[in-house]
């Protein structure tokens, strides 16, 4: 399968805990983004990644969140100090930006998300 | 964080029945996307559109994007049980330099087909 992958699928954890959760895009991907669903809505933006370099990152990002992308390949999002409000579904996406490529529509392509339940 | 207006929330139809849902935004989008989740899945795209005012089919789908900018609605015809999930709509704004393509999502259309 060379879609995007997400590791775990399902994480439970105690309040407080730290979880950390993988991404990998597909291979000659060179954006990828997270996004938060939680149940009965749809994705929020997160983060996003062009290459290793981190772009922008939503308010809903608070300073227990962090992102890593090292190596411009697979993505890792830590969550420390988990609370009961950060139970949801998180979601990697990967896409293809082409250098000079001024405007227009670019397909993301979702990975099957991690969905956290904290305790 | 800003989402869109979709609606109905959910619809419960027969196999057979046509089915209809629309996005709203107070803001305008370059492109319209609609996406389909399975559970435990990450959403599907279904429908890209890229042009005010376009119509695009894709087998029993078809979508429109609003001539705003900020509308879009989704048809399905002559639905059948595999058509079971939900589907969001959403908008993709980028920016002149082409930087930021992040999507904005609708709160999503629960479909339900009874056979």
Redesign the interface.
Known sequence: DTG?SQDP?HKITKRGQNVTFRCDPISEHN?L?W?RQTL??????LT?F?NEAQ??K???LSDRFSAERPKGSFSTLEIQRTEQGDSAMY?C?S?L?RLM?????????????T?LTVL | GQQLNQSPQSMFIQEGEDVSMNCTSSSIFNTWLWYKQDPGEGPVLLIALYKAGELTSNGRLTAQFGITRKDSFLNISASIPSDVGIYFCAGQLSDSGGSNYKLTFGKGTLLTVNP
């Open positions: 995007v699928r954006r983004y996004y009965g809505q749809g994705p929020e933006f996003y062009q772009l922008e939503s308010r809903l979601l996406a896409s930006v490529e001024a405007s227009g529509y670019n397909e993301q392509f979702f990975g099957p998300g969905r």
